[in-house]
């Protein structure tokens, strides 16, 4: 499988998707949203796939979406598509831009909601905004001595997403939580171990062969290869079941709610103006 | 607006509510808890206020409900009383003091259930019994580093109350929440900061003037100033629904329910000659 | 009262129940789930007793179930049995073992479940498979320095029991508890107390005079010594509320569904058969 702006790699069992967009930090473009649906439904529906790693190109995890966004490409099938991508490309006519562009987006978180295998993070430096709130998804996360987590939703005139208004509580404690969420508080790595969110500070030389490293020594204690995959899946689905799954489609279509009545409001191109005229001229 | 036990106080958008009775260590008497749901009513209304901020004059934060009470302050409007404070006393009459006295205190745990915008306590001290479950309703926390949090219910022949039993295991974690409701634990403030509760501690020199530097911060943040206000109530509405609301009403009235219990069975008499007669005599 | 497998001494109020199997890491026997449940009925059921405190003889706290079971212990009544210990064990007629063995330890899990004073465990060492998941119904957990925590229930062919499933993300976390039922991650004694589960670390010498030192003290706090286990109680009903018991008890069925699945499925011996293969010959 082929990929423009991801690489997707699997190795005993394990799945690694890679954010491959050093260029712009990883920014999440349209094109990339099409390509992580189809790769994480990939490797869900891969038998010999028993988790996916999630990790990034570069000295950034992910900078949040792409505002130079192509939106054509989202809806534009090109040569180098695959017949997945090209699928997944076809469910948002391009007739009206909002309607896509948010159905896009919406059909990204539920691709990370919906993912049944366990779920890993390889943080390797900043993860702002969605960057963040994307992996309060995830049921592990390493991370690397110069990452940190970042998400002022209010500076872009945005809105918290990606449940990140239910997750963030969870995974970092409600009071880290409210800071990052009201009041735009940056978490450095250490801040983030220690409340839990990062499982392991691991270092920059070599960090994804230490993660995957890890992440086999667990897949060996799932039993025989043949039947890890499904063993996990079983297991994780006991944690994380299927109401709680409706729950988060819901909240995740709240907070979208909030992001398009700001933006149709005005109130997004007022913020933006705003700090745009603190700028030095 | 001028009150008799607290100081009200907004600046550059952030309310700061100081609780000012330091004679009694800021234990709350009737009239202040009259004058405190009056002051987080108008900030909640006041599209100026983007937040608010609970602080403590003195040494102590707050030594909890006080037990020389004077009732009839609660239901008797003073001249200095303003308009609103005397509104809210005219709610309980005090034909039926018990009725009156729980009534009082139901409506003022309301006060933080119902407050829609962030809500923050500067923590300069002791935190005792409501002075310290109280503050389980705030988003954050700052503490000096003399600041402890201790709330030992059952010696006071009381129950655990402000949503506590449901709040504590969630701000401080199972297991230190157990110990604090069920044996007394007091929980010094390292303790209440590795346990994620406290998000920073900060010397006492200068402590408000540091807290309100990082509000002001996060406040700069959130867009220009007239869109802070409603743009932070949207996200909090996100991350504290009302059905929760519904629920934590809820559980107030079942502590509420067990304090009334004891006292009317005279269970909190015994407790009380109990550890009188302790005392050396 | 006297038991086979533990020891049960109510000294000031606090029931302690001793693990006594040291000769085999204090594994669980069905003769032992039998007694542990008598005890565990006997402690809630008697007045004097304020708390249930769980130890443990020798240098391990529990090693899991006890795979050399000996099941007829558990449906036939031994001439030492108490009447509590037999009735126990007449619930399960021997007529189709899988039954009985899956219903008894159903029966063991509800016993934590339904028990209605505060529960502590005092962890001397190893705590391994339902070692470790049992006691995270435990509302104060602590521990000494060689201490640690760990359940490979993929490894072991079996599946996450005793409510994991939804205990551990909320007592350890969900990263931490993540890596531990998914890939089967030991636990060490400081990063199970950094993650707030484990209250306190104290020294093996005196260990245990140390534990009920510090619940005496809490036991001081809770009035005069013939309302405590009353007081407690109540207090631990708000926090723990029956709702929360029906959704554990629907859990603990749902993760023995798994097991059970995995056994009758054959999964179970072809992963132990896996394991046996890699041994050296």
Redesign the interface.
Known sequence: MSYQTIKVDTRDGLCVVTQDRPERLNARSSQMYAEMIAAFEAADADAEVC?LLLASSGDAFCSGMDFKNEYQHAYTVLPEDSEHVAAIKAEFPADDPMTAVVGLAKRFVQAFIRFEK?LIAAVNGAAVGEGFSSILHC???YATPNAYFWA????A?A??EFCA??LA???????????A?????KIDVHEAH??????EILERENFLDEVEK??Q???A????PE??AS??R???A??YSDEERERLYL?AD??FD?VQQRVRSG?TD??RQ?YASQLPS
Not at 169 to 179: I, M
Not at 181 to 185: A, D, E, I, N, Q
């Open positions: 988790a366990p049921d592990l996360v002022p939703f209010a500076r005139g809105a918290p208004t239910v509580p969870r995974r970092l404690g409600p009071t880290l939580a409210n800071a969420l009201y009041f735009g508080r220690g409340a839990g969110f990062v499982l890890r992440l020594e667990g897949l204690l799932a039993g025989p039947l890890r063993t996990l079983s297991f994780r006991l944690v909240q709240r907070e909030l109130e007022l913020v705003y």
